[in-house]
Nanobody, 123 residues
Framework: QVQLVESGGGLVQAGGSLRLSCAAS????????MGWFRQAPGKEREFVAA???????NYAGSVKGRFTISRDSARNTVYLQMNSLKPEETAVYYC?????????????????WGQGTQVTVSS
């Protein structure tokens, strides 16, 4: 199993930046994909980005060009650099993981989840 702990959320003005981190522990020796999802108030959880152990990435169209997912495999940590944030991106951001190397964007394929970190973007 994999345990995930997010950090880095907070309050930022529209147009600002934040960097989220997610540290993984447990069975991290096998190849696994790490991803970010978010859930805004009253909305379903949605995919943001994912990255394989080898560095292949997948992004939701709404964040492409503004968000960057990266991974430090030595530290078992994944990062989400978020630039040009918008008020509608206020949400709880979740880190997720799945064994394998396919960059699924559906949450049902991710078995392991963090507790989430709140990101609030003020207008």
């Amino acid at each position: 199993q994999v345990q995930l702990v997010e950090s880095g959320g907070g309050l930022v003005q529209a147009g600002g930046s934040l960097r989220l981190s997610c540290a993984a522990s447990g069975r991290t020796d096998s190849p696994y994909v790490m991803g970010w999802f978010r859930q805004a108030p009253g909305k379903e959880r949605e995919f943001v980005a994912a990255i394989t152990r080898g560095g292949n990435t997948n992004y939701a169209g709404s964040v492409k060009g503004r968000f960057t997912i990266s991974r430090d495999s030595a530290r078992n940590t994944v990062y989400l650099q978020m630039n040009s944030l918008k008020p509608e991106e206020t949400a709880v951001y979740y880190c997720a993981a799945r064994y394998g190397s396919v960059l699924y964007s559906l949450e049902k394929w991710y078995a392991y989840w963090g507790q989430g970190t709140q990101v609030t973007v003020s207008s």
